[in-house]
């Protein structure tokens, strides 16, 4: 079984509105949560990474939180707009420094 | 120069074809990764290089092939491969294998196994 799941699978919203991306993972001893964007045919790149110990990070319009009790995490994306179409992907890192990839999440912003 | 970059981007390749995939990493990092991305699925590791040592080979059948000449190089040889292995491949660096800091990926190879 995966340990890290993201839900939704896809979501589709309207440019400027908002929304949140859910990742739930199981890694233990846990390091750092990572959530990467990743755009069509292109490679994922880093949004943001927080340790067990930080609770909210942001970057521009996207803020990660994470609650490292329940193990869960979410990134939310203000005010869409068309280039934040793309597949968000979390990622766990474990203290022995393995990485556990989610499928991702497929968002689509439309005009 | 972007910092990690992939070639060829696109590659179709018969089951008997023998190909390569090409990996340079500008970030004078030390460790360098394949993954396999399918559709729909989780990335999955494939191999590591840390300071041109294999550290990881992630039960990946030998029909792909690794290797890693410096720091900055990584190379994937591909032989024989099968309709299944078609997939996005990316290669990766970090600092180094204790993975504790950012992962830079490319653009990825898109591969067609006919």
């Known amino acids: 079984k995966n340990q890290v799941e993201q839900s939704p699978q896809s979501l589709i919203i309207l440019e400027g509105k908002n929304c949140t991306l859910q990742?739930?993972?199981?890694?233990?001893?846990?390091?750092?949560l990572r959530w990467y964007k990743q755009d069509t045919g292109r490679g994922p790149v880093s949004l943001t990474i927080?340790?067990?110990?930080?609770n909210t990070k942001s970057n521009g319009r996207y803020t990660a939180t994470l609650d490292a009790d329940t193990k869960q995490s979410s990134l939310h994306i203000t005010a869409s707009q068309l280039s934040d179409s793309a597949s968000y992907i979390c990622v766990a890192c474990s203290n022995d420094y393995k990485l556990s990839f989610g499928a991702g999440t497929t968002v689509t912003v439309r005009a | 120069e972007t910092g990690v970059t992939q070639t060829p981007r696109h590659l179709v390749m018969g089951m008997t074809n023998k190909k390569s995939l090409k990996c340079e990493q500008h970030l004078g990092h030390n460790a360098m990764y394949w993954y396999k991305q399918s559709a729909k699925k989780p990335l999955e590791l494939m191999f590591v290089y840390n300071f041109k040592e294999q550290t990881e080979n992630n039960s990946v059948p030998s029909r792909f092939s690794p290797e890693c000449p410096n720091s900055s190089h990584l190379f994937l040889h591909l032989h024989t491969l099968q309709p299944e292995d078609s997939a996005l491949y990316l290669c990766?660096?970090?600092?180094?294998?204790?993975?504790?800091?950012?992962?830079?990926f490319g653009e990825g190879s898109r591969l067609t196994v006919l």
């Open positions: 990742c739930n993972y199981t890694v233990s001893p846990f390091s750092n």
């Open positions: 990766a660096s970090s600092q180094d294998s204790a993975n504790t800091g950012e992962l830079f």
């Open positions: 927080m340790t067990f110990s930080e």
